[in-house]
């Protein structure tokens, strides 16, 4: 089901806020800062990260639980297009539950 309230996000790098919920990423190797697009789908928030190490989505699932997807490609341009080409599919969706289903769509890899 789509979430006819979707909003278009797009990524922008970090700011100091940013670098406070998310010590653990790395500048690219050309010193520019890690780069974040935060999405609300279905009334929670996920947060889409591209940085050196590649991409992820951080996000609480229906439980509350935290959960991650990563793709490690440290590629700056090709982690950056696939997390551009996620972006408007997670903005789309209704629940936070189908979050996952876009990311291994995507090749990411469940690590928490």
């Not at 998310?22 to 889409?48: K, N, R």
């Amino acid at each position: 089901m789509q979430n006819p309230a979707a909003i278009l996000v797009a990524l922008r790098p970090f700011t100091r806020n940013d670098w406070y919920g998310f010590a653990g990423a790395e500048c690219f190797a050309d010193g520019s800062e890690p780069l974040i697009g935060i999405v609300t789908t279905g009334g929670a928030e996920t947060c889409v990260i591209v940085d050196a190490a590649g991409v992820s989505f951080n996000f609480a699932n229906e439980d509350g639980d935290f959960a991650a997807w990563m793709l490690d490609i440290p590629a700056k341009a090709a982690a950056t297009a696939i997390a551009n080409a996620a972006l408007p599919r997670l903005a789309s969706l209704s629940t936070i539950g189908a979050v996952g289903e876009v990311a291994a769509s995507l090749g990411l890899d469940r690590i928490a």
